[in-house]
């Protein structure tokens, strides 16, 4: 079986901190994406990773960014964490296979809050 | 503008009988693959089943089955034969072949299952 695993399933910061969250996957997958969500907007894509040290900005990069120094680890980092990323944030990782199939995995989510 | 479209309220299912989710899309890209998810409240995505825009035939997995309309843009998940693990938030996704592996993820559909 695929495992997406995230570092933490709750975490509380305060505001001004810097945060890492951790994501690492198990099935030798190409690409990793971090995502948040909030109710009412969905899943928004923060940023991906297409292959080691590649990255590139989904939809909404601003606040965050991320690494990717080995295949299997994905982290997302919030250099000065502010009260309005108090958020879910999903993990997922895909394969470069057949085209336009590459199911995303998810991991469990981890419940960020600000204070 | 919006891709992927979910638009039902909540909705209560009586349990054992079948529920229909609804999803429409929007692309100009001939290839495309179409997805749903299963988010239980502990809040992990879970894939349920994949339909490719080539595909002749309706995708089926175990109690989920997509009603796929190709002409009308449209994906519906029918799910079976409900049980009351099925409560939960639906998600329906889109990954477009110059898409470079993103998804577009509709709102979600909330259902509740009643024994």
């Known amino acids: 079986d695929v495992k997406v695993t995230q570092s933490s399933r709750y975490l509380v910061k305060r505001t001004g901190e810097k945060v890492f969250l951790e994501c690492v996957q198990d099935m030798d997958h190409e690409n990793m994406f971090w995502y948040r969500q909030d109710p009412g907007l969905g899943l928004r894509l923060i940023y991906f990773?297409?292959?080691?040290?590649?990255?590139e900005k989904g939809d909404i990069p601003e606040g965050y960014s991320v690494s990717r120094e080995k295949k299997e680890r994905f982290s997302l980092i919030l250099e000065s964490a502010s009260t309005n990323q108090t958020s879910m944030y999903l993990c997922?990782?895909?394969?470069?296979?057949?085209?336009?199939?590459?199911?995303?995995?998810f991991g469990a989510g981890t419940r960020l809050s600000v204070l | 503008a919006q891709k992927i479209t979910q638009t039902q309220p909540g909705m209560f299912v009586q349990e054992k009988e079948a529920v229909t989710l609804d999803c429409t899309y929007d692309?100009?890209?001939?290839?495309?693959?179409l997805f749903w998810y299963k988010q239980p409240s502990s809040g992990e995505m879970i894939f349920l089943i994949y339909?490719?825009?080539?595909?002749?035939q309706n995708a089926t997995e175990g109690r989920y089955s997509l009603n796929f309309q190709k002409a009308r843009k449209s994906a519906n998940l029918v799910i079976s034969a409900s049980q009351l693990g099925d409560s939960a938030m639906y998600f329906c996704?889109?990954?477009?072949?110059?898409?470079?592996?993103?998804?577009?993820f509709g709102k979600g559909n909330q259902v509740v299952v009643i024994p």
């Open positions: 996704a889109m990954r477009e072949f110059y898409g470079n592996n993103r998804l577009a």
């Open positions: 339909q490719g825009s080539y595909d002749q």
């Open positions: 692309t100009s890209d001939p290839s495309y693959g």
């Open positions: 990773s297409y292959d080691v040290k590649m990255k």
């Open positions: 997922a990782s895909s394969s470069t296979g057949e085209l336009a199939k590459n199911i995303q995995y």
